[in-house]
């Protein structure tokens, strides 16, 4: 037979010695030995010889195991890892292991006081004393055996790991003795409490799996990492809030129906709750701010059965790893977001394909104003948008009541009450939600926003009776709303009224009584969004204004406004012209014509409320005489102001249309940029008194007369193409005549590429979004084409 090998006898068994478990604990002072050192010595010697003899006569025989009690030849054919002990001049061997050998007695192990490493798994030991004479001994495995006694042997100074699991214990003792105790496993045993290990300072691995432990206590104070309450009778969470370094929790197969009492484990890694009672989605916030838990597993609970299941816990946990033993990839995780808290661009692109839908689900209509989409001319709008209760509602009504010429206030629907104060058909229109949702599915509304709980939508409609009397539309709306909106074929210009003085702003919330402390708190965050949102996307509001004083708010934005219209320099042409009334008509001539500016409103900069331009009406024709009659049938003393007014403007229509001078439908409204015209032009008598006595001049005629604001929206006829190109042929043969006597000097005239005459090809040009300068306070005394300055500051 092949001699054993010292070099065999000092190498660790592979299966006896685990990595990490016994080599890299400390080793004991060598000045604490059980023993003297000339005992220890006789006695490691005589066990060394012992072995060796015993390994060359062929292993361990079967008589020497009788009746389940352990011999020393067994002991001694099991051993490994021989080592120094002591002085470091005697060789023992420190572990032993004897898995599944049947053993009921293992009283023999008293002598081998050397052992740091005693293995003893699958057997019937009951008795464990022996383990009182083993002072070095650092690593116990007893699990699998018919252990009662907890701890049933004095106290190891040095142990640290104990594995008591599968046996048959039921009572819990004081384990303060054990100071160095740091891994327990006292699962699969008839244990009903923790108790006893308050003092057990290290101890940072405790199982406790498959008992019949129905209430967590006892584990205040220590620092535990690892915790196994697997397989209990556990109701609820509790008893763990001081665990402060708690980052494993198995807590399967219990009946737990809450996650309250984990809020408090913030290095929390890792959760198994399988198979519990947990029922809602809901319970997830208990751990919603665990920003280090990775791990969930919540597989064989009720909450599995709800719809959309694991993208809500998915949202709520957004920084899951693992859930239910499945990776979370990163598009579960947008498309989580994207559902329960969608970015306002989201939302804003779904409202927007929503709306879109519906209409296109109706019959179509052909409207006769000019809201139908167009690249060339879009209708203009103007948008105030802010945070709630900022004054957006109240500085549209005033600038609609003050240019009432220009502009006419378009009306929301919401579903939510009125305020005190507010009038339906006025400031909202009031509706239930019922009837708000089917006006979306009838495909009313241009767009649609929810805030605060309630609905909020712009109709077409609602732009089409402002655009049916030759305005612009004045609306205010949310952020929300305003990114629908911008989705649209729309292109309003955008002004933003923020709020800069936060105490302020606080103050006339609640001074209103309209809004709740919670309302308030939303208002206040929600200036900083708008604030990011000026700051992170240049160019998204074309001007901001701050709100903080109503009246200063306003006068901004009238100015603002004015030099969009370019009123400003109307004022000064009117002066320097000494222009007389449009409506004055005690001299007996034709009443002048009402010049209204073309201001650049929408953010394409064309500007003007339609693109197309109309020929002449003749009024023998059946649809003049149809428009003159229903004009004439509507003055009665019944009307308002407003409609007479609006009534005026289209007599106005008439009247140029009789002379051979119909504009288009609000084709001078809006304009992109100033055109600095000749004296012929700017002095409407000189025009007027003109003979017109072509064709060609007649259809030049009407592309360059400024006409009224008023709308011949049904009745007006598009201009013949062919009249139209031999038009511009004309005008491009021309030369420009001498002054007449008397009259001003033309003025320059402006390139080809600035002339937005109909059926121009030249792109038009919006002038410069304001960037950092202030609007001035009186306007610019000279009437040069107005393509920078005179903005608010855009800092908000």
């Known amino acids: 037979m092949k001699e054993t090998t010292s070099e065999q006898l000092s190498s660790p068994s592979p299966s006896s010695c685990p990595p990490g478990s016994l080599d890299d604990a400390p080793r004991p002072p060598a000045e604490a030995p059980l023993l003297g050192c000339s005992e220890l010595e006789e006695h490691g010697d005589m066990e060394i010889k012992q072995v060796t003899l015993y390994r060359r006569s062929g292993g ?8 389940g009690v352990l011999t020393a030849e067994v002991v001694s054919s099991c051993v490994s890892n021989l080592g120094r002990l002591g002085t470091g001049l005697q060789h023992l061997y420190h572990h032993l292991s004897l898995p599944s050998q049947d053993l009921r007695d293992v009283s023999v192990l008293c002598n081998n006081v050397h052992l740091q490493k005693l293995e003893l798994p699958h057997n019937k030991i009951k008795d464990l004393s022996c383990v009182s004479h083993m002072p070095y001994l650092v690593i116990l495995d007893a699990s699998h055996n018919e252990i009662s006694s907890f701890f049933g042997f004095q106290p190891p100074k040095y142990l640290k790991e104990v594995n008591f699991s599968h046996n048959r214990m039921t009572k819990m003792t004081d384990l303060s003795a054990y100071s160095s105790l740091s891994n327990l496993d006292l699962g699969y045993n008839s244990l009903r409490e923790i108790s006893g290990l308050e003092q057990c300072c290290k101890l940072t691995h405790l199982s406790l799996a498959h008992n019949r432990i129905s209430r967590i206590s006892g584990l205040d104070g220590l620092p ?101 033993q499945e990776k979370v990839t990163a598009e579960e995780k947008v498309l989580s977001v994207n559902k329960y808290d969608p970015p306002l661009d989201v939302v804003a692109a779904r409202d927007h394909m929503t709306q879109l839908v519906y209409q296109l689900m109706q019959p179509q209509v052909l409207y006769d104003s000019s809201t139908m989409p167009s690249a060339d001319s879009p209708y203009p709008m103007l948008v105030l948008t802010g945070p709630q209760g900022c004054g957006k509602r109240e500085l549209a009504h005033r600038l609609c009541q003050e240019l009432s010429e220009y502009f006419a206030y378009g009306t929301c629907h919401t579903t939510r009450g009125p305020y005190y104060g507010e009038e339906n058909g006025f400031d909202y229109h009031f509706v239930s939600e019922e009837d708000f949702q089917n006006m979306i599915h009838m495909g009313k509304f241009i767009q649609t926003m929810q805030y605060g709980g309630h609905s909020y939508g712009l109709t077409r409609d609602a732009i089409e009776e402002v655009a049916r009397e030759g305005l612009a539309c004045c609306v205010h709306m949310e952020l929300e709303g305003l990114l629908s909106l911008k989705n649209s074929y729309f292109e309003p210009r955008y002004i933003l009224l923020i709020p800069t003085q936060l105490e302020k702003y606080m103050g006339h919330l609640k001074s209103r009584d309209h809004y709740t402390p919670a309302q308030i708190d939303m208002a206040i965050s929600r200036i900083e969004l708008y604030a990011d949102t000026n700051r992170q996307r240049l160019g998204f509001f074309d001007n901001v204004i701050p709100c903080d004083d109503w009246e200063e708010a306003y006068q901004t934005l009238r100015q603002v406004v004015k030099e969009y219209l370019l009123l400003e320099e109307q004022e000064e042409e009117g002066e320097n012209n000494n222009r007389g009334s449009p409506d004055n008509t005690s001299t007996g001539h034709e009443p002048e014509e009402e010049k209204l500016p073309s201001p650049p409103l ?17 009024p023998s024709d059946l649809s003049y005489r149809n428009y003159l009659t229903k004009i004439q049938a509507e003055l009665g003393p019944q009307k308002s102001p407003a409609e007479l007014a609006s009534i005026r403007r289209r007599e106005q229509l008439v009247r140029e249309a009789i002379v051979g001078k119909s504009p288009g439908v609000y084709s001078q409204l809006f304009k992109s940029s100033v055109q600095t015209a000749p004296s012929s032009l700017l002095n409407p008598d000189t025009q007027l008194s003109e003979e017109i006595s072509s064709d060609e001049s007649r259809a030049s005629s009407a592309l360059t007369v400024p006409g009224s604001a008023g709308g011949l929206s049904g009745s007006v006829q598009p201009l013949d193409l062919s009249v139209l190109g031999h038009t511009l042929e004309t005008l491009k043969g021309q030369t420009p005549e001498a002054p007449r006597p008397g009259t001003d000097p033309p003025a320059v005239a402006v390139s080809p590429s600035s002339n937005r005459r109909p059926g121009s090809d030249v792109k038009p040009i919006l002038p410069p979004i304001p960037t950092g300068r202030k609007t001035p306070a009186s306007p610019s005394p000279a009437p040069s084409p107005r393509l920078e300055g005179g903005h608010v500051d855009r800092e908000g």
């Open 60 to 67: 361990v025989k079967e008589h020497s195991k009788k009746d």
């Open 224 to 324: 535990l990492t690892h915790l196994c309450l697997k397989g209990n009778q556990l109701e609820r969470i509790e008893g763990l809030e001081n665990l402060k370094s708690l980052q494993v929790l198995d807590l399967s197969l219990n009946r737990i129906t809450s996650l309250t009492g984990l809020q408090n484990l913030h290095v929390l890694g890792y959760i198994n709750l399988e198979k519990n009672m947990i029922s809602e989605i809901q319970e997830c916030k208990h751990i919603h701010d665990l920003f280090l838990l990775r791990d969930l597993n919540l597989l064989g609970n009720p909450v599995q059965e709800q719809p959309d299941y694991r993208l809500a816990v998915v949202f709520l946990l957004q920084h899951l790893t693992v859930l239910d």
């Open 602 to 618: 929408s953010r394409s900069g064309s500007g003007p409320l339609a693109s197309h331009s109309a020929t002449a009406l003749d």
